[in-house]
């Protein structure tokens, strides 16, 4: 073989190497993105919240990715269309490995049932009714195979809405055990020492700021990823095949 042939052989089997190489860095660092785990977040403005609270905290965290599917101003007590359609569409369109759910902040109110019967708030009917509305989307949810992580609503500033929402906690709480979902209770997670309402705290960073909303339901960004940490420290036992 001559010198000029011997060295255009050589240089191809180093830029093979190379190639190599590069296409291997490649799928190394495509592999971990196959495997993050999908987190949907469905819910009203509530919800809102807890999926951008979870998008702050996770930003740098390989393991999960998280998709905001949620509807400000939805509520169970309303048509199906604002709270089973958009879980329905999603399913049907795209996968997720664990879905998290957040309703209620809009549902202390009168509703129809599906025969179109008038249903006052509290009552023992209301109640199955609503009870029998979570129920399909936990059903639904677990026909689809995701893991499920239903969150209760915080207790408020207004003790009267803090007890109609601690009425529907314990529906939500209920029906999570009845089809195998973790129910996560917010009530506590921003309270003072005695837990009651109050709306300053430490933020992640041990800084005291406002960690709740003017209207005294919602929370502010850095209450958001309060909220946010206690749910991630539920995904391990919320994963499949979880240790």
């Known amino acids: 073989m001559s010198g000029g042939a011997g060295r255009l052989r050589a240089a191809a089997i180093a830029l093979a190497a190379v190639a190599i190489v590069w296409f291997g860095s490649l799928a190394a660092r495509a ?33 999960y990715r998280i998709l905001n599917r949620t509807h400000p101003g939805a509520a169970l007590v309303h048509g199906e269309r604002e709270w089973l359609a958009p879980i329905q569409r999603f399913l049907a369109r795209e996968k997720a490995d664990i879905a998290i759910v957040v309703f209620g902040a809009n549902d202390r109110l009168d509703m129809r049932d599906d025969s179109g019967a008038y249903l006052h708030f509290r009552t023992e009917a209301w109640r199955d009714a609503y009870a029998a509305r979570a129920a399909r989307i936990l059903s639904a949810l677990a026909e689809a195979g995701l893991r499920v992580i239903w969150c209760g609503n ?3 500033r207004s003790p009267t809405y803090s007890a109609d929402m601690s009425y529907i906690n314990d529906i939500y709480a209920e029906q999570a055990a009845k089809f195998g979902a973790r129910f996560v209770p917010l009530w506590t997670v921003i309270t003072d020492s005695e837990g009651r309402y109050t709306a300053y705290g430490k933020d992640r960073d041990g800084v ?3 960690l709740r909303g003017d209207d005294g339901i919602h929370f502010t960004a850095a209450g958001y990823e309060l909220v946010a940490e206690k749910i991630v420290g539920q995904l391990p036992a919320a994963l499949p095949n979880a240790p």
């Open 154 to 156: 915080p207790i408020a």
């Open 31 to 63: 592999e971990p993105a196959a495997d993050r785990q999908a987190i949907v977040v469905f819910g009203d403005s509530q919800g809102q919240g807890v999926a951008l609270g979870l998008q702050r905290v996770l930003v740098e965290d390989g393991r």
């Open 208 to 210: 005291t700021e406002r």
